[in-house]
């Protein structure tokens, strides 16, 4: 029984060790590219959540927002909210973000539970920052932000058009709606 013990628990430490890691995926999709001459300045603030596919963790989720913030240590402070309509109350998760290369480059990573990371990609963006496209280390992570509680047609449709491109099936983003 001592050596039994002796091999299954480094095993077991092993496997939760390589499972822990293998949550910590950063990265971009295949085919997606962060966006260059990224001003992480101008992207600081509040931004309004569009269209999500449905995360666990912002499961049953209106009025969702993420405003973004310079930390003293160089790295973004993400503070996430949300109106969680089935159990009638606010939501609340601060999370800490850092750019993967440098801050002109627009892939980041993203942690609510460090020592956990994902990746957090922004792969499209217009030029007065008001509209932005995002997305996880895979398809299974998609955002569509906006400074405004809607998002006019013709961003809508090219970050659509570009999520598609790269694989995504938006016909399971949900919309998110927002109090006028």
Request: hydrophobic content about 40%; glycine content about 6%; charged content about 25%.
């Given at each position: ?94 999370g ?6 440098n ?26 920052y ?51």
């Amino acid at each position: 029984m001592t050596n039994l013990k002796k091999i299954a628990i480094p095993v077991a430490v092993g496997i939760f060790g390589l499972a822990l890691l293998s949550s910590c995926s950063v990265g971009l999709p295949k085919g997606a590219s962060a966006v260059q001459n990224f001003n992480s300045q101008k992207f600081l603030g509040k931004w309004y959540e569009i269209a999500r596919f449905d995360y666990r963790f912002e499961k049953n989720m209106n009025n969702v927002t993420a405003t973004y913030s310079k930390k003293d240590n160089g790295n973004i402070k993400v503070d996430n909210k949300g109106y969680d309509y089935v159990k009638n109350k606010w939501k609340e998760s601060i999370g800490e973000a850092k750019f993967v290369k440098n801050e002109n480059i627009g892939e980041l990573k993203v942690s609510f539970f460090k020592p956990i990371w994902a990746g957090y990609n922004v792969i499209d963006i217009d030029e007065d920052y008001k509209y932005a496209l995002i997305a996880g280390n895979n398809l299974d992570y998609l955002w569509i932000l906006s400074r405004e509680k809607t998002i006019p047609a013709e961003y809508k449709q090219r970050f659509l058009s570009k999520a598609k491109s790269i694989g995504y099936n938006t016909d399971q983003l949900i919309w998110v709606e927002h109090d006028k």
